[in-house]
């Protein structure tokens, strides 16, 4: 069972383009929900936090779809800079480590000059 | 503001041989502590977490261990090596549980 899946891509898109990821969980009892960047050989660095009611950051707006067990991240505009890999990330354990993250492994993104 | 370290950045090891990874916080008090692994290609893979001076909880059976002897210092330690402990091991901080998670530069350990 893979509690949070994504598409691995790579999503390869020009500059100035508009892509959409997204994510399913398989936890419903789910609370938190966040998108991490991760570029290569680095650390994962926090995004953004995903809310109910949809989140907007800039060129970045994340929606929760909680009937369908979903998130999705959209990145307009995109930059040179924004190729890197994103994380979907839950919270989703069972028992005393039910607020403890789990990590998708990722989506990568190609944005061409 | 808060800061975390972590090192060695880089470790070259036989197989066989012990293992101590040092993870540091900054800037905050009683944070929450995690170890991860990120094998090659894969995803994050939690190893364990710390909700407190001494108390850790493993999330996978392995041959590693950890300690927190202190309210900011975390050390993921192995007597023996395997090849397998191959990977990035990164240590993260957060405040409470449910919470965002945020990471160290990480280690890159090969065992060979």
């Known amino acids: 069972r893979k509690e949070v899946e994504q598409d691995p891509g790579p999503f390869n898109v020009p500059e100035g383009a508009t892509v959409a990821f997204n994510c399913t969980y398989s936890?419903?009892?789910?609370?938190?929900f966040f998108w991490y960047r991760q570029d290569c050989r680095k650390e994962p660095k926090l995004l953004m936090s995903?809310?109910?009611s949809g989140n907007e950051d800039g060129r970045f707006t994340a929606q929760l779809n909680r009937a369908s067990q979903y998130i999705s991240l959209l990145i307009r505009d995109s930059k040179l800079s924004d190729s890197a890999t994103y994380l979907c990330?839950?919270?989703?354990?069972?028992?005393?480590?039910?607020?403890?993250?789990?990590f998708g492994k990722g989506t990568k993104l190609s944005v061409k000059p | 503001s808060q800061t975390i370290h972590q090192w060695p950045a880089t470790l070259v090891q036989p197989v066989g041989s012990p293992l101590s990874l040092e993870c540091t916080v900054e800037?905050?008090?009683?944070?929450?502590l995690y170890w991860y692994r990120q094998a090659a290609g894969r995803g994050l893979q939690l190893l364990f977490y710390?909700?407190?001076?001494?108390?850790i909880s493993s999330e996978v059976p392995q041959n590693l261990s950890a300690s927190r002897p202190q309210d900011r210092q975390f050390i993921l330690s192995s007597k023996k090596l395997l090849l397998s402990d191959s990977g990035f091991y990164l240590c993260?901080?957060?405040?409470?549980?449910?919470?965002?998670?945020?990471f160290g530069p990480g280690t890159r350990l090969t065992v060979l």
């Open positions: 710390s909700v407190g001076i001494g108390q």
């Open positions: 936890n419903s009892a789910s609370q938190s």
């Open positions: 990330v839950v919270n989703g354990g069972y028992g005393g480590s039910q607020g403890n993250l789990i």
């Open positions: 995903v809310y109910s």
């Open positions: 800037g905050t008090s009683n944070p929450n």
């Open positions: 993260a901080w957060s405040v409470g549980s449910f919470n965002e998670q945020f």
